[in-house]
């Protein structure tokens, strides 16, 4: 099972943006729909689907966080062809942050926010060196600025089998601002590939809830010891939901949450929900017997 699942946060379009990615890559598809009901948000669809090999999660739960390029998801792509062709996918009714261009790091590379405010980089790259198709990168922006290895090196401890990649940093004159100090860092968290970077101009924005990480726990012992790592905000701790340190989220949950959350009878679920609501930490023992309580 992937250890850490990236996870979307969209008002009302989940399926529709997970069925529009799953268009894009090969060898992906729809895992499950849900439908989570009298949330706080109203009823709530929860989307888990695959890309390329890779598992993401995504729920429609209402307008209440905004994708940034805070965190974007980077695209290895085979040749010049696959990047045209994605490129005129995402930047329909999207925005283009950085053009489709030669660059010194890549011979064909541009950056986009898709219609939905999610943002991608497509990058040209040579036979043999993506480590995987879709790597999630780290933005530190704003507030979090020139903090982008002291987080790689924290999460690289927190995390077990997890290690640093090479680390590149801003030459003189490099960056407009002067808390910039990586502007590209390559690491590995339980067995999946990141990368971060500091942004090298002035930013308004940062991280939040709309792009979040699910991290998959085999028991609560190890929901405890993340929760204990990661939650650094204590305003920001409902439903398994945390932010660390440099303000980005997690959701901290059992590695069968679907088993937990979606088997069952309607009312089964609607108990497990409404306990589920009521929690910050999560507790399985109390998930588990609101199940059997109805």
């Given at each position: 099972m992937q250890k850490i699942v990236p996870h979307f946060w969209y008002d009302k379009e989940a399926k529709e943006a997970a069925l529009f990615y799953i268009s894009l890559f090969d060898g992906s598809k729809l895992l499950n729909v849900t439908v989570l009901e009298n949330t706080p948000s109203g009823d709530a669809e929860y989307v888990s689907f695959n890309l390329a090999g890779q598992r993401?999660?995504?729920?429609?739960?209402?307008?209440?966080?905004?994708?940034?390029?805070?965190?974007?998801?980077?695209?290895?792509?085979s040749s010049i062809e696959e990047v045209n062709a994605k490129w005129n996918a995402l930047i329909e009714g999207g925005t283009e942050l950085m053009p489709l261009a030669e660059y010194p790091f890549s011979k064909w590379y541009g950056w986009v926010q898709d219609r939905f405010g999610l943002s991608w980089q497509l990058m040209l790259v040579e036979e043999g060196q993506a480590v995987q198709k879709i790597t999630p990168n780290f933005l530190f922006s704003s507030e979090s600025c020139g903090r982008a290895e002291e987080a790689v090196k924290y999460y690289v401890d927190v995390f077990e089998n997890s290690s640093m990649g090479p680390i590149s940093r801003y030459g003189k004159g490099e960056a407009a601002s002067p808390k910039a100090k990586v502007n590209y860092a390559s690491f590995n968290l339980s067995g999946i590939h990141f990368s971060a970077m500091d942004h090298a101009f002035e930013a308004d924005f940062n991280f939040n809830e709309a792009f979040s990480f699910m991290i998959n726990c085999n028991d609560q012992k190890e929901i405890d010891y993340f929760w204990?790592?990661?939650s650094a905000m204590p305003e920001a701790?409902?439903?398994?939901?945390?932010?660390?340190?440099?303000?980005?989220?997690?959701?901290?949950?059992?590695?069968?949450?679907?088993?937990?959350?979606?088997?069952?009878?309607?009312?089964?679920?609607?108990?497990?929900?409404?306990?589920?609501?009521?929690?910050?930490?999560?507790?399985?023992?109390?998930?588990?017997?609101?199940?059997?309580?109805k």
């Open positions: 993401f999660d995504a729920i429609s739960a209402g307008p209440y966080f905004k994708f940034t390029p805070s965190i974007s998801l980077m695209v290895a792509c204990d790592k990661l701790e409902q439903c398994g939901w945390v932010r660390d340190s440099f303000g980005v989220s997690w959701q901290i949950v059992p590695a069968n949450m679907d088993e937990i959350m979606f088997k069952g009878s309607r009312d089964e679920i609607k108990s497990v929900t409404d306990a589920l609501l009521k929690m910050k930490k999560i507790d399985i023992a109390a998930l588990e017997k609101a199940r059997l309580d």
